[in-house]
């Protein structure tokens, strides 16, 4: 979370939502936000928000999230594979 500039946000859990797909939730003060770490991005750098990511791959849990947009990240080093919403 430093490479984002968020270190002191609050974690309030997580959910793996694909095989290799894991949401993890934080919070601070009022606004919330979600870090999507996964094997694979294949979505497009260039979102139009608001943006709705959609989970539906296992049969008994689908999750659908409406976010407003990322949080820049300072080292795509460390942050390969994740993103980083405001929700």
């Known amino acids: 979370m430093t490479a984002y500039g968020c ?4 974690y309030d859990g997580s959910m793996k939502v694909d095989p290799d797909t894991f949401l993890y939730f934080y919070h601070k003060d009022t606004k ?7 094997d694979y991005l294949g979505q497009d750098a260039n979102l139009d928000y608001p943006y709705m990511l959609d989970f539906n791959y296992y049969k008994d849990k689908s999750i659908s999230l409406m976010v ?3 949080v820049p990240s300072a ?5 390969a594979g994740t993103i980083l919403f405001e929700r």
């Open 68 to 70: 407003k947009n990322n």
């Open 7 to 10: 270190e002191d946000l609050v």
């Open 75 to 79: 080292n795509n080093k460390i942050t």
């Open 32 to 38: 919330q936000y979600v870090l999507l770490d996964t």
